[in-house]
């Protein structure tokens, strides 16, 4: 089992500070790391020629000037694209960031939780190209993995075994499934359930189980008052300067 060595309670820049600029952007991760952030979740996918690119959608429709899979478009077609305007006009210009790009610029500066979003295309390369990257830039001590998908989490462990897992659950029965303690046999090292299925109950069993609990994505303040009431060891936030005034009992 990998450890995690993380602060306790943190909180994670959701798709960076998204609540202030365009998600999954440099922008939007360099002002996370300015507002306090120590840690960034950013969501990764492959290009149609196998570049690991930071996009949460499985198409570029909703975040980009662009439209269609992104599977099906090369880095240098997608990277012309503009990634900020439809966010605001001031972020005109901004493009889709590579993964690699993002280990250039901030690696080892903040902790990185990796969303391996590849769940339109599970059989592809993705897992192995982002251990790769992790490995040429000997970030490993600074990276947090999570995922939906089990599989992911198990392909990662035999590459990276010394990197902790997160298990990410969808809300509600949808997920009650994968919260059961049956599945803790799945490499994991981090429950990360949505806030709205966060419990007392819950913390206690995984806490007792030696795991940790991120809760996602908790943008209100009453709720963030919730979770940190609750013992969560993490929540995931649009909004960083908010989640970070709240935990250090800032007005």
Sequence with gaps: MAEIHFPNPMVFAHRGASAY????????????ADLGARAIELDVKLTADGEVVIL?????????????????????????????GKFDFK??????????????????DLILNIELTNYASPQDDLVARVASLIKQFHLEESIIFSSFLPRNLVQIRRLCPEIPNGLL????????????????????EALHPAAADVSPALVSIL??????????????????????????????SDDPKLALCILEGKP
């Design 21 to 32: 600029a365009p998600e999954n952007t440099i922008s939007a991760f360099r002002l996370a």
């Design 56 to 84: 949460h959608d499985q198409t570029l429709d909703r975040t980009t000037n662009g439209r269609g899979d992104v599977r099906h478009f090369t880095l240098a077609h997608i990277q012309k694209l503009d990634a900020g």
């Design 91 to 108: 972020f005109s210009g901004e493009h889709i960031p590579t993964l690699r790009e993002v280990f250039e610029l901030l690696g080892g």
């Design 169 to 188: 659950t969808l809300p509600g029965w949808k997920g009650w499934f994968h919260r059961l303690p049956i599945h803790f046999w799945i490499p994991f």
């Design 207 to 236: 806490h007792r189980a030696g795991k940790r609990v991120h809760a996602w994505t908790v943008n209100d303040e009453k709720d963030m008052v919730r979770m940190f009431e609750l013992g969560v060891d993490g929540l995931f």
